[in-house]
C-alpha cells in the first residue's frame, strides 16, 4: 500500500529541452517561506536559483555561520542535490568551491485532467515539465477502462524517470481521505476508482487534490496570500463547472479545502438531462460540453484542451449567440449566489469562455448589477486565462516540498 500524503493530447510520450537561461522561481520556493522552513533548504534554493554558489556567498545570503553552512552542504551533497566543484587555487583562504544544483534529483508525477483526455507530466525542483504523456478516455468507459488507461500511463513514466510520488489533481467528486475518485460527470461511467491500486514509485507518496483547489492553492503562493485575510473564491467555467474557495487568515495555504459539486446545482424550470445521471443542472446550460457544439459546430471536439476552445471563441461573437446568453445568465447567478454564502473579497473567473472579450466585459457587468447585499462591497473581479501551470504547480508542490525536506537530514535542516 503506497503511503498517503494529506496535502490533492499528446499521442507519444516526450521529454523536454533544456531549462531556459531565465526562469521563475517554483511555487515550492514561494512556500518555504509561509511553512517556516529554513536551513539547508533555503541554501538550497539559494543554489538552486543562482543566488548563491559557494559556501561564503550562503553564509552572506542567509547570514549564518560558516561551520552551519559547511554542514548544509554536506548534507545536500550526500543527498545528490549539489555537487561541489573545486575551484583553481588562488590567493589566500581556501578555495571557493562552485556549487550546482541538480534539479532532477527530484521529480514528481502529476495526473491532470484535461476535457476527456487525462495528462501525466512529471515536473522537477525548478517546476519544469520533464515528461508529459496522454490518453483519451471514452466518455462511456468504466472503471476497468480507467485503470487500464492510468496504469499505462504511469507504468510508462515509472519506466523512464525516478520520482518521489504522484500526485492527482481530479475534476468531479473526490474523497481525498481515502483517496477514492467518486464520481465525475465527463466519464459517468466510472464510479468509486480506488487510486490506491494504481503503481506508484517505489516508497513513493500518493496526493489526491481536487483540481480546483490545487489551481488556487498555487495562485495563493505565487500572490503572497499565505498569511493575510484575503478570502478568495475561484469559479471555473469551462469544460465543467466548480468553485474553490480559500479563507487564508494567517492559516497555510495547505488548508485550502474543497466543496460542493457547483455545476451539478439544479436550476429551476430546466430538464435537460446531465451527464451525470439527474435533469436540470447547471452544467447543462452553461459548460462547454453542453454548449460547445452549439458554438463551433464541428470545430468542437469532447478531447480538446480548454486552451483550444479559447483560442477558437476568443474572436467569436459569442454575446450574439443565444445558448451563451443563456450560460451567461446562469454562471452569473451561480457567482452572485456563491459570494453571498462565502463573501469573498476576491473573486477569480477561470476557464475559456471569459478569454473573449466581449464576453467578460458582459460578464462584469451582468455581475457588477447584481449587487451583493445591503452596502457591501463587490469582491474584486478577475479573469484567470486558462493555463494548467497553476494547476501542476499546486499538485505538485506538497510532494516536492517535502522529498526534499526528507532528503536533507534533519539536523542540517
Known sequence: MPKLTQLSPLKTPHRMGPASATFEPPAWVEWLGITGQGGAALAFVSILMGVATSRIAISKHLRVRSTTVSAWVAAMVKAQLVTELPSRPGGRGRPLGQLIANPNRLAVAVLMVHSQALHLVTVNLLGQEIWHDSAVVDPQGDNAAMDAI??????????????????????????????????????????????????????????????????????????????????????????????????????????????????????????????????????????????????????????????QAAELLRAMPLTEHPAFRLALQEVVLAASNLCRVFFPSHLVITGPFIENPGAWAAFTEAFSKRGLLVDLPLPRLEAQNSSHQLEQEGAAVPLLLDGLLQLLEPSAV
Open 150 to 307: 492510468l496504469t499505462a500511463l504511469q507504468q510508462r513514466a515509472l519506466a523512464a524517470l525516478h520520482m518521489v510520488g504522484i500526485s492527482y489533481a481530479l475534476a468531479g467528486l473526490i474523497n481525498v481521505d481515502e483517496a477514492n475518485w467518486v464520481f465525475a460527470a465527463r466519464w459517468p461511467g466510472i464510479r468509486n476508482f480506488k487510486l490506491t491500486a494504481l503503481p506508484v514509485p517505489a516508497g513513493g507518496a500518493l496526493n489526491v487534490v481536487r483540481n480546483m483547489d490545487a489551481q488556487l492553492r498555487a495562485r495563493c503562493i505565487r500572490r503572497g496570500t499565505g498569511g493575510t485575510t484575503e478570502r478568495t473564491l475561484m469559479l471555473h467555467w469551462g469544460y465543467g463547472i466548480g468553485a474553490a474557495f480559500s479563507a487564508s487568515h494567517g492559516a497555510s495555504v495547505d488548508n485550502t479545502t474543497g466543496f460542493g459539486e457547483v455545476g451539478h446545482w439544479q436550476l429551476s424550470n430546466r430538464n435537460l438531462r446531465c451527464r451525470c445521471g439527474h435533469s436540470g443542472c447547471l452544467e447543462t446550460v452553461a459548460a462547454l460540453w453542453a454548449i460547445g457544439p452549439q458554438l463551433l459546430g464541428e470545430s468542437f471536439d469532447d478531447a480538446m484542451d480548454e486552451t
